[in-house]
């Protein structure tokens, strides 16, 4: 009957919002809890009930999702994990959403319905992008803004795992450090979902880079990802070392998504002129930096919101985007894929991530 609908020439938005009112009127009449979920339009989702470890999550079954003005549902194939997702759920982030909710931000899949006014997607349309959380579900509601055309070709996975990560780096390298070909990159934590962009996108940009990881098997995977050098700041002196590798001068520009001690020690090994550039601070520590350094060596220290440019700024981010795909069309980038995993399994996935686990990114097949 829907295909009939559609040849006549019915808009697939409005068939599937008519429809979605007719089932839940009939399922509401009926009053039937052995309806099909189909009908009275349920979806998965991993909820988060109250604020906590990974595993006070829930599976559960919730009502659909509709579009506002400017919204879009997307039904989800993928969402990357990202470290924010873990301090999301413990109450630990910069903003909380009401509870429950569901976690996750780095989504692809396919718009189910669009909301009034949204003109650049339609029903079908194969997409990534970015929700301020909701991702570990079945469905998605998405500011249509922060929603754009997934490339043919690229696969739901990379898709997931591309944006924040990719984006986050490249807007720190370019825009808020004004990296230069020849300076010296160190990155921190440089397996890491931010980390391993930074890597491949520092030497991409014509970078030396020193990647500082703490095990063996991590500053492997850097290597592959193109740094030039490593420290294992586990085992290692990591401001001796800094120095060490740079003939006493130390790093033009380093990228720090970990905080901690390491911070510190990152900032006195620092060049003349340097950018340290504060990303987050998985360590769980933030730092807190004696302001004669930065004088003493002429250093520069920079914040890092990548969300916020891509709000304040959707010209230049779509511009930035733009390039990134491009080099991933090219290969000239790949996101590293440590793991995937179903739906059931974000609380595992999550675990995994504050246990220092996963390299690159984990991903969530729906
Ligand atoms: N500023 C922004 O715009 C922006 C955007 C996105 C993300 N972020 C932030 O960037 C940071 C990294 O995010 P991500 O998704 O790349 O995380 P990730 O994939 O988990 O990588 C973080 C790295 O931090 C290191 N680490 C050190 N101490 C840790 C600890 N106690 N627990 C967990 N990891 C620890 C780990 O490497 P080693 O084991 O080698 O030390 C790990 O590989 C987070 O703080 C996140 O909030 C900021």
Known sequence: ?????????????????????EFSKQARRSNNRTLNSELIFLMKAILCKSYGPPSNLVLEDIPSLSPKKGEVVVAVKSCALNFPDTLIIQGLYQFKPPLPFSPGSDIAGVVKEVGEGVTHLKVGDEVLGLVPHGGFAEEVLAPADWVFPKPEGMSFVNAAAFMMAYGTSYHALKDR????????LLVLGASGGIGLTAVELGKLMGANVIAAASTEEKLQLCREYGADMTINYREEDLKQRIRDLTDGKGADVIIDPVGGHYTEAALRSTARGGRLLVIGFTAGEIPKI??????????????????????????????????????????KIRPHIHATYPLEEVPKALEEMMDRKVRGKVVIEV
């Open 1 to 21: 009957m829907i295909s009939s609908l559609l040849r006549l020439g019915f808009n697939p938005s409005q068939l599937a919002k008519f429809l979605k009112k």
């Open 177 to 184: 450090a004004n990296m230069q070909k020849g300076e010296t």
């Open 290 to 331: 004696p302001l004669n350094l930065p004088l003493l060596k002429s250093c520069s220290i920079v914040g890092v919101f990548w969300g916020d440019f891509v709000r304040k700024n959707p010209e230049a981010n779509r511009a930035n985007a733009k390039q990134l795909l491009q080099w991933y069309f090219t290969q």
